[in-house]
């Protein structure tokens, strides 16, 4: 079964710095694409950063360019999301996606179950 | 970075009525656009990719449409567990792959 697990999140002051974690398994994971999409309290979805199979290609939203970084260890089927210098604004349910690409279109077939990263003081 | 609208934000239906919810993209995407449903306190997931390829595994009353800049997603009849929040995201080129706001489905 392909699964995504995440992991990480929690109550940072803002100015903080949190590292989420995401645990692939059921499907090779460096064959793919990965992303990372949030959603605030009551919001729509934000699609933050993502990443290519052996980690050579990166892009990111420009609201956390600078401060965010996403990587990945293929050995270890996992994707990272290092987050710095928070804001209230990056409070939000943080999920893991697959991207599975079709020729050149690109789909998000699955998701973890999302970890919630709180920037309060 | 290319913009979605979606429309309505929200809509009330009944059972077995057909629905539909349309996303417009701010410069021609083609055929680059998704459909996902997220039901509350769950994950999103997808529903329709290439404008118009169903899923596995999805019902066939949804149905997707479109190309350029203007897309819907029809519910044929909806039914009790269809009563969810809707984006569309397009995939067009480079990232940032953007998501439309949302159109939550509510029970009439």
């Known amino acids: 079964e392909v699964q995504l697990v995440e992991s990480g999140g929690g109550l940072v002051q803002p100015g903080g710095s949190l590292r989420l974690s995401c645990a692939a398994s059921g499907f090779t994971f460096s064959n793919f694409w990965m992303s990372w999409v949030r959603q605030a309290p009551g919001k729509g979805l934000e699609w933050v950063a993502n990443?290519?199979?052996?980690?050579?290609?990166?892009y990111y939203v420009d609201s956390v360019k600078g401060r965010f970084t996403i990587s990945r260890d293929n050995a270890k089927n996992s994707l990272y999301l290092e987050m710095n210098s928070l804001g209230v604004e990056d409070t939000a349910v943080y999920y893991c996606a697959r991207e599975e690409s079709f020729g050149s279109y690109n789909v998000y077939d699955c998701w973890g179950q999302g970890t919630l990263v709180t920037v309060s003081s | 970075d290319i913009r979605m609208t979606q429309s309505p934000s929200s809509l009330s239906a009944s059972v077995g009525d057909r629905v539909t919810i349309t996303c417009r993209a701010s410069q021609s995407i083609s055929t680059y656009l998704n459909w996902y449903q997220q039901e509350p306190g769950k994950a999103p997931k997808l529903l329709i990719y290439v404008a118009s390829t169903l899923q596995s595994g999805v019902p066939s009353r949804f149905s997707g449409s479109g190309s350029g800049t203007d897309f819907t997603l029809t519910i044929s009849s909806l039914q009790p567990e269809d009563f969810a929040t809707y984006y569309c995201q397009q995939s067009y080129s480079t990232p940032p792959y953007t998501f439309g706001q949302g159109t939550k489905v509510e029970i009439k």
């Open positions: 990443i290519k199979e052996d980690g050579s290609k990166t």
